[in-house]
């Protein structure tokens, strides 16, 4: 087992890993083109950008990604750089217990969705990615003993009898001509089980089948594969999933495809004549932040109205440079203008940036001259080696708005449950329960800096 976190430190590349990046850039090429991997809309770069591969001094080094790649009986953990200390070494249990905390934000994303967030996480001593098949094939596997989905689908076939319409074309083709006068080909709608949507489901089934190491698993999709044994192998995508809609008798069936369009929108896969060489669940850690901030407000503190990003404003008169702002947070009293940054501030007490980079400040800058604000603030994460109570304010006196001034603040939020990765694996645990401490603290922050904008805008009125 090998772990990297994003930027941070590097391991050997040994004879074992040969391929592994020839591999990964065919996987970029035919990745699914959604809104995480689609850094170059164009396409005119191929090379993969998952990890680094430092060829003069042979070695490997981590991406944005977070997530597990599985190759040639190799694990890598791609790990969030904010747990990252250079000092330490993280045994398996600590690097399970920082995965549990990528599980915990996923369960409050829109975007990258995470469905079930209630489910218990069964045996979490193995990775998230294993955690994340269970959920699945345990929900799935349940739902299927006690409801088997059916739909209408349109059926061409060949009967003794009319029913539905004939279909005269192929009637006179491919019947009458050849002596088959009297088998009709008829077109109608019947209630099947070999639907789309099953099809689906044995083909993530399956797919998961042939990666999972856990016993568990493997017996939960392999009851579900014996369930849907006359369904037909067919493969999906993520883009399948998106269409599938259900009337409010199959509900709960809205559970499994969330996790369809998870699986298939986020893992990538290479079969090499024949053989699953490798397997990787990988997630850009600056969508999942944004995501988790937005969702976690959405949810815990329904007293602030959360909006996502706005894109009718531009910044120049061809509207041809969209501004979108992260979050729109709305109190009684005031609205503000909030953008997350998945970056490591405070990590100098000497700079005088405190880590907050010019680029950002442009950006928040051209929010307020186009939004008509003068109040911004900026949400980063926490880190291990640093206290999230660290806040700075920039003040920007602005000469042509009759040097009106504009204030940009940073502010670090507690993301990150420190005394868990003190703690054994415990089996059985919700991951609301794992982060009670944690959703009590980020509430009051999020809360605690809302309620500093208030009482500055009671002041001026």
């Not at 941070?8 to 996987?27: H, M, P, R, T, Y």
């Not at 690097?95 to 218990?120: D, E, M, T």
């Not at 192998?233 to 809205?254: H, L, R, V, Y």
């Not at 120049?316 to 702002?325: E, G, S, W």
Request: aromatic content about 14%; proline content about 2%.
């Amino acid at each position: 087992m090998f772990n990297l976190f994003e930027y941070q430190n590097k391991i050997a590349v040994k004879e074992d890993f040969d391929g592994l990046e020839s591999f990964l850039d065919d996987i970029w090429a035919k990745r699914e083109k959604n809104s995480y991997y689609s850094e170059n809309s164009d396409n005119k770069i191929e090379s993969q950008r998952f990890l680094q591969f430092i060829h003069k001094s042979n070695e490997l080094k981590s991406n944005k990604y977070v997530g597990v790649i599985h190759f040639n009986g190799h694990k890598i953990n791609l790990l969030p750089k904010i747990f990252y200390d250079s000092g330490k070494e993280y045994n398996p249990e600590e690097v399970n217990q920082i995965q549990n905390h990528f599980l915990w934000w996923l369960s409050y994303c829109r975007k990258i969705k995470f469905p079930n967030y209630q489910a218990s996480l069964g045996s979490v001593k193995s990775d998230f990615f294993e955690v994340l098949i269970y959920l699945f094939s345990k929900y799935t596997r349940e739902l299927l003993s006690s409801s088997i989905y059916q739909q209408y689908e349109e059926v061409n076939k060949e009967l003794s009898f009319m029913k539905g319409r004939l279909n005269i074309n192929e009637y006179i083709n491919e019947n009458i001509s050849k002596g088959r006068w009297h088998q009709l080909n008829c077109t109608y709608d019947a209630f099947v089980f070999d639907n789309e949507f099953n099809r689906i489901i044995k083909y993530v089934t399956t797919l998961l089948f042939n990666v999972t190491s856990s016993q568990d698993n493997k017996k939960n999709l392999r009851e579900i594969l014996f369930i849907l044994d006359e369904v037909s192998d067919e493969k999906a995508s993520a883009e399948q999933c998106e269409k599938i809609t259900f009337n409010p008798m199959f509900g709960e069936f809205e559970t499994v495809r969330d996790y369809f369009k998870l699986f298939l929108t986020n893992c990538v896969s290479f079969d090499y004549k024949n053989e699953l060489k490798l397997f990787a669940f990988l997630l850009p850690m600056e969508y999942l932040f944004e995501d988790f901030i937005f969702g976690f407000i959405e949810k815990e503190i329904p007293s602030i109205e959360a909006k996502a990003q706005r894109s009718d404003i531009f910044l120049d008169k061809l509207r041809a440079y969209n501004l979108k702002p992260d979050l729109f947070l709305k109190t009684e009293l005031k609205s503000l203008i909030a953008d997350t940054k998945y970056k490591i501030v405070y990590s100098d007490e000497n700079d005088p940036k405190k880590g907050i980079s010019q680029t950002d400040l442009y950006q928040m800058l051209a929010y307020a001259v186009r939004f008509e604000v003068n109040e911004i603030i900026l949400f980063y994460p926490d880190t291990m080696k640093h206290n999230q109570e660290n806040s700075t304010e920039i003040i920007i006196e602005d000469a042509l708005a009759n040097n009106q001034e504009i204030s940009i603040k940073a502010f670090q939020l507690p993301i990150i449950n420190k005394a868990l990765l003190s703690k054994a694996l415990e089996s059985k645990t919700d991951l609301k329960e794992l982060f009670e401490t944690t959703i009590i603290e980020l509430k009051q922050k999020i809360l605690k800096i809302l309620k500093l904008y208030t009482l500055i805008y009671c002041k001026e009125r």
